[in-house]
């Protein structure tokens, strides 16, 4: 194997852990989702692209990710560039274009996560605040729940009538 390979499956391990131990502890649908919403993505992407490897898109995507959901996390690259969790994708992108790779599959991945983190986290927001009627675009079906474990049942809904009779 490449060493841009090995690079790129270790970052994609450690940081898809940190994402499944932390923003998405108990939330083992909405994970799943994720990866289903990033690989269908790149997936389209890629036909289009004539890129046929996906695996380092999808390390951008939860490097990216994991950046913008861990602001204040301060890093260090090879020991003398010190920057925080946010622009983490941005100098791997650096550091992949200094060894002589293509930026494409790398921006295919930053891109898919920005847009991900967008559905997920700044629309519902935004959704909120503006009152529109369509809060969540990124939750998880309940057959999703469901396989993962995770499913729980939604109360009853009480009709009019019953409720009128108990006033």
């Known amino acids: 194997f490449p060493l841009t390979f090995l690079f790129h499956m270790y970052f994609l391990v450690r940081y898809c852990r940190l994402l499944e131990e932390g923003d998405f ?21 890629a036909s289009y692209t004539k890129v ?21 996390v301060k890093m260090s690259f090879l020991g003398f560039i010190t920057f925080t969790a946010p622009y983490l994708p941005w100098v791997m992108l650096a550091f992949s274009v200094l ?7 790398d921006l295919i991945g930053i891109v898919v996560g920005h847009c991900y983190y ?3 986290y700044v629309y519902p927001v935004i959704a909120e605040l503006r ?29 009019e009538e019953e409720h009128e009779h108990q006033d």
């Open 25 to 45: 502890r108990g939330r083992t649908s909405n994970f799943v989702l994720m990866l289903t919403f990033g690989i269908f993505c790149m997936a389209v992407v």
């Open 99 to 105: 060894i002589g790779n293509s930026i494409t599959i």
């Open 118 to 120: 967008f559905l997920e």
């Open 52 to 72: 046929h490897f996906l695996g380092s898109a999808l390390t951008f995507m939860m490097v990216y990710v994991w950046g913008r959901r861990n602001e204040d």
């Open 131 to 159: 009152g529109w009627r369509i809060k969540r675009i990124m939750e998880p079906p309940s057959i999703l729940h469901w396989i993962c474990g995770t499913y729980v049942e939604p109360p009853p809904m009480m009709m």
